[in-house]
């Protein structure tokens, strides 16, 4: 088929999950922090609350947009467009799975498959402050400013370990492209331990994993970092002055934000989907049994239902899981969904995460954020790095 | 012919904006030209087949670097340049006749210095800049240029850690 076509195509269907994925992250967050909060969170629209990113939406897009008269009216309207474009860019080089064959037509799952795609992905990071600083500076509101300006320091400052984290395991893939990264942890030691980064012979990079899941969190300004937005000093940070769908769109880049830096943490780190043992021990059955086994708690909640309409619903859920996982069995369907089950789960892993930290930890001051970065993170990282150029060039021929 | 246009595209978009980074007054407005500037040239890079230098002039330059300068400008509040009043009519007069001269010249160097500047280019044909092909590069042949560049860039470093400690003692 043309490539054009089929690019089209593909680069359609992402941004449409994507973007419905993003929405319900905010319900996926709200619901998390409130059980950690022991609170029921968002239940009034739809079962559970599943309507509420809905309803938001429509909120947001129904709220009148005010400008305040002091901004400076462009780069107030460009800094939005920015942020939410630099931050959807970077899913363009991110492989989601292996190469598949729907209907004869042969395609990799996933949208570009770039030979440099980690450094495409690091150059639309570091594009990625402008959107909060211009934001910041545009809003003509000392809070903004202050916001937008601490924003940009703190991503500058946590770039630095972010990109040593990340060329630590490319030190032992050999390679710059996600695709290769991901093959190049395929296969188990011992027949059982994946071959994952962070298992991998000779260095495990756990190290850099941490390090870059904590530069993760600087860079898309979340909790304990989330100084440019910190509300108790700063009203809301760099969108303090925006509302209805401008307001929306930072939230957006920040949803993707988190999404795009899991995805390549779970590419890098993770095996991206190369599931955790072998295919032989029978991982493929894995999705099924896990789907069927949420579909039985469903019918058991049906059997005792603890609110009246959960007689209703939780069969309906069930019935859906227990589909869900039957897909998994078509052979058709199985090459497709089974590496696709796999990034996911590592990819929700990831985010529940982030979610998990922002419910417990507490939010650092700004002298102990910079201190932290540059003391303590930096030269760990490098420290990490040297070893492990140290230990590749000692076990390669 | 995909490639011409994307050239002649974001080739007169870095023009335009290098014109807009000197024509306009605010400096937010001229260092976020600079950007475009920058962003233009990395496309034109990738379309030379450069996609590492491409990537990098992104990541530094229009990254890294253009941050620093944007904090700078937003964190000293800098407003809009005020246009000098009464400027002196010799360089109003001279200005054009001496930008044609100019342009002339650089015409002239091009044509006579430059042997193949009639053989145009062509895009696609050139595929020897990839990370790889870089790090040979510059690991074997131009090693040493490559680190007594480091050195200097270290010396920079040092020499502006010890302006900012005598501005704080």
């Known amino acids: ?397 | 012919m995909m490639g011409v246009i994307l050239f002649a595209i974001f080739a007169t978009a870095a023009i335009a904006c290098a014109i807009n980074l000197v024509l306009q007054r605010h400096p937010v407005t001229s260092a976020l030209s600079l950007i475009g500037v920058m962003g233009s040239l990395a496309v034109l890079y990738l379309l030379l087949g450069a996609e590492f230098i491409a990537a990098v002039q992104l990541i530094v330059y229009a990254g890294a670097i253009m941050v620093l300068f944007l904090f700078v400008i937003m964190l000293l509040n800098a407003g809009e340049e005020r246009k000098i009043p009464g400027k002196s009519m010799v360089s109003k007069l001279i200005g054009l006749p001496v930008f044609v001269l100019f342009l002339g010249v650089v015409a002239y160097l091009i044509q006579t210095q430059y042997t193949h500047a009639g053989s145009p280019v062509e895009f696609d044909a050139f595929t020897g800049g990839g990370p790889r092909e870089v790090g040979m590069a510059l690991f074997t042949t131009y090693l040493l240029p490559f680190e007594v560049t480091s050195v200097l860039i270290l010396i920079a470093i040092l020499g502006a850690i010890v302006l900012a400690r005598k501005e704080i003692d």
């Open chain 1, 1 to 397: 088929m043309n490539y054009f076509l089929l690019t089209l195509i593909k680069a359609g269907l992402i941004a449409f999950v994507l973007v419905t994925v993003l929405a319900y992250l905010v319900w996926v967050e709200r619901k998390v922090l409130a059980h950690i909060q022991l609170r029921v969170g968002p239940n009034r629209v739809g079962p559970h609350g599943l309507l509420q990113p809905l309803s938001d939406l429509v909120k947001l897009l129904f709220k009148e947009g005010f400008i305040p008269s002091h901004v400076n009216l462009f780069f107030y309207l460009l800094a939005p467009f920015m942020a939410v474009a630099l931050s959807l860019g970077s899913i363009a080089v991110i492989p989601l799975g292996p190469q598949i064959d729907v209907f004869g037509i042969k395609t990799n799952l996933g949208l570009a498959d770039v030979n440099i795609g980690i450094l495409f992905m690091l150059g639309l990071g570091s594009l990625g402050v402008y959107g909060v600083a211009l934001a910041g500076w545009a809003s003509n509101n000392k809070y903004a400013l202050i916001g937008g300006l601490r924003s940009a320091a703190q991503m500058i400052s946590y770039e630095l370990p972010l990109a040593l984290a990340i060329v630590a395991p490319l030190l032992m893939f050999n390679t710059l492209s996600f695709r290769e990264v991901v093959d190049a942890q395929g296969g188990y030691l011992f027949g059982f331990i994946p071959q994952w980064a962070i298992f991998q012979l000779p260095v495990p990079q756990l190290i850099s994993f941490i390090i870059f899941l904590i530069a993760a969190f600087a860079e898309t300004n979340r909790i304990p970092f989330d100084l440019p937005e910190a509300e108790n000093e700063l009203v809301a940070g760099f969108h303090t002055e925006y509302s209805s769908m401008l307001f929306a769109a930072f939230f957006t880049a920040e949803y993707g934000h988190i999404t795009t830096a899991c995805m390549v943490a779970s590419v890098l780190f993770l095996g991206g989907w190369q599931p955790l043992w072998p295919a032989a021990y029978g991982s493929d059955f894995f999705p099924v049994v896990a789907h069927w086994f949420f579909a039985a708690i469903c019918f058991w909640h049906a059997r005792q239902p603890a609110r009246s309409y959960d007689r209703y619903t939780m069969p309906i859920l069930g019935i859906i899981l227990f589909g869900a996982g039957g897909l998994f069995l078509v052979p058709f369907l199985k090459p497709i969904l089974v590496p696709l089950f796999w990034f996911l789960s590592k990819v929700a892993f990831l985010i529940f995460t982030f979610v998990w930290v922002r419910g417990t930890l507490p939010r650092f001051r700004y002298d102990q954020l910079m201190r932290f970065t540059w003391t303590f993170l930096f030269p760990v990282a490098l420290v990490n790095l040297l070893i492990t150029g140290l230990l590749v060039a000692l076990t390669t021929k």
